[in-house]
Structure formats: structure tokens, C-alpha cells
């Protein structure tokens, strides 16, 4: 499994992005599929997670801010950002996992926000 994500960038307070994850294959065969992030000198937390029955969670921060949806058909997930804050400046991480039997990372994207 390869993911490939992309549409991090510079933009300022209040601004937006989306980031894009595609896969190589089917996303309909992950448990879950979703994005993480690690701040400068930090560690690498959730920000948002999609189960196969379309079930979200969202970390707290980010919540009425970001959305989390999926296009089967093009085997990509996306992350809308909106109202982006400083506090947002991470490398953004796509990750995928079918439960047990396996877990994935994407490259890693940079996303800063400028005040």
C-alpha cells in the first residue's frame, strides 16, 4: 500500500487548504483512513479518522474547522481546512490501517500558518 499525499503550503491565519491522500488501490478495503499531524519538537496526534461505515472523529482543536471526506472512486481522502490557526503549523501525515493486519503512512505534508 502507497499513500500519496499532497496540498500542504504557507497561508495565513484564517485561511484555507485542502490536502488530498490517494492510495494505491481501493480505500473500501481500510478499517480506517485519516490524518495525523506532528508540530515542530512534538509528537504525532490524530487530527481526524474515518472508519469504513463513515463513522468521523475529530480531534478537539479542530473541530468545526475541518472536514474529513472520502471519493471511492478516486481512492482519496481529502482534509478541508478552514479558519486555519498558527497552532496548525504541523507536517500532516495520511495514515490508513485494516485493523490488526496492517498499518500505513503516507510522506508527510507541511502545512504553515502564518499570524
Known amino acids: 500500500v502507497q499513500l500519496q499525499a499532497s496540498g500542504g503550503g504557507g497561508v495565513q491565519a484564517g485561511g484555507s487548504l485542502t490536502l488530498s491522500c490517494k492510495a494505491s488501490?481501493?480505500?473500501?478495503?481500510?478499517?480506517?483512513m485519516g490524518w495525523f499531524r506532528q508540530p515542530p519538537g512534538q509528537q504525532r496526534d490524530l487530527v481526524a479518522l474515518m472508519t469504513n461505515t463513515g463513522a468521523t472523529t475529530y480531534a478537539e482543536s479542530v473541530k468545526g474547522r475541518f472536514t474529513l471526506t472520502r471519493n471511492n472512486a478516486e481512492n482519496t481522502m481529502y482534509l478541508q481546512m478552514n479558519d486555519l490557526e498558527p497552532e496548525d503549523t504541523a507536517v500532516y501525515f495520511c495514515?490508513?490501517?485494516?485493523?490488526?493486519?496492517?498499518?500505513?503512512w503516507g510522506q508527510g505534508t507541511l502545512v504553515t500558518v502564518s499570524s
Open positions: 495514515h490508513a490501517n485494516t485493523g490488526v493486519i496492517g498499518a500505513w
Open positions: 488501490g481501493s480505500i473500501s478495503r481500510f478499517n480506517a
